[in-house]
């Protein structure tokens, strides 16, 4: 089962997911893709961390999250991915303009053969205005590309808001 939740920011998403991956009764490996790069995100990743069973595996991938994902991928175990858009902010940011494109071309690839069941979480962003700068224009754009391409072979997407989670593709919970 390959899942993609989206949301934005406090909508609930990293709940459901972790709700989602509790309810699968097996193994779960975190993998986290934030960088605590200052006060404000170090008290996000505190708080992502004491919501979690202590018992999840943590696996901490800023940018070499398809390496990780194939290095721990097995049987009847859950992988979470939390969260999607810091990871491609992350490559976005890196000196090689290319590299990018590249780990989210090898994503789409290696997740049809994971035999882990996996769920991502990703924020939502298109629905403001188009932003101002480039690189936050890139971002977006680029955030939007792929979820499209998430959603497509992917067997079910969420989205949340106020802590609801509405089904857009595959079956409800």
């Not at 992350?90 to 997740?111: A, W, Y």
């Not at 629905?127 to 792929?146: K, Q």
Request: with cysteine; glycine share 6%.
């Amino acid at each position: 089962m390959l899942q993609l939740i989206l949301g934005g920011a406090r909508s609930g998403k990293s709940r459901h997911a972790e709700k989602t991956a509790k309810s699968f009764a097996c193994p779960v490996i975190y993998i986290a893709t934030a960088e605590a790069r200052d006060a404000e995100m170090r008290e996000r990743i505190r708080h992502h961390q004491s919501q979690r069973p202590a018992e999840w595996n943590l696996v901490e991938a800023p940018l070499d999250l398809v390496d990780q994902l194939l290095a721990h991928d097995h049987d009847n175990q859950v992988i979470l991915i939390d969260c999607l858009t810091l990871w491609l902010s992350n490559l976005l940011i890196t000196e090689d303009v290319h590299f990018q494109s590249q780990q989210c071309d090898r994503l789409v690839q290696i997740l049809l053969t994971l035999k882990s069941d996996v769920i991502m979480v990703s924020n939502e962003t298109g629905l403001g205005v188009v932003p101002m700068g480039e690189l936050s224009r890139r971002f977006v754009d680029e955030s939007g590309r792929l979820h499209q391409r998430l959603g497509e072979v992917v067997d079910k997407v969420e989205f949340c808001v106020a802590g609801f989670a509405m089904c857009l593709k595959g079956e409800a919970s």
